[in-house]
């Protein structure tokens, strides 16, 4: 089963505002880069647990959310500028998580 993962901060656990967390000189930047992707890799992990083996994951924060040194082996990574809409997205997914 193929999924498609999108992911923003805004919205994720633990990320509790703006502007100590969701931008580059916040306070807590690094740390909720990695707390989002270790919430995705916990989402991969049931998706393989449901029988998914195929993931994209798309980081849809503007200024990067995924840290992709930690970032499940089994996903590949959509980042960077521009993404433009669909966003890597199309018919040949089974399913779609968003998180964040």
Do not use: Q, W
């Amino acid at each position: 089963m193929k999924v498609y993962v999108m992911t923003d901060m805004e919205g994720a656990a633990g990320i509790i505002n703006s502007d100590d967390y969701c931008v580059p000189n916040g306070r807590y930047c690094e740390i909720a880069r990695k707390m989002v992707t270790e919430e995705t890799n916990a989402v991969i992990e049931g998706l393989i647990e449901a029988g998914a083996d195929d993931f994209l994951v798309v980081d849809g924060h503007g200024y990067g959310s995924i840290d992709p040194l930690l970032l499940h082996p089994s996903a590949k990574l959509l980042d960077g500028k521009p993404l433009v809409y669909p966003f890597g997205c199309d018919e040949t997914f089974d399913a779609a998580v968003i998180i964040g």
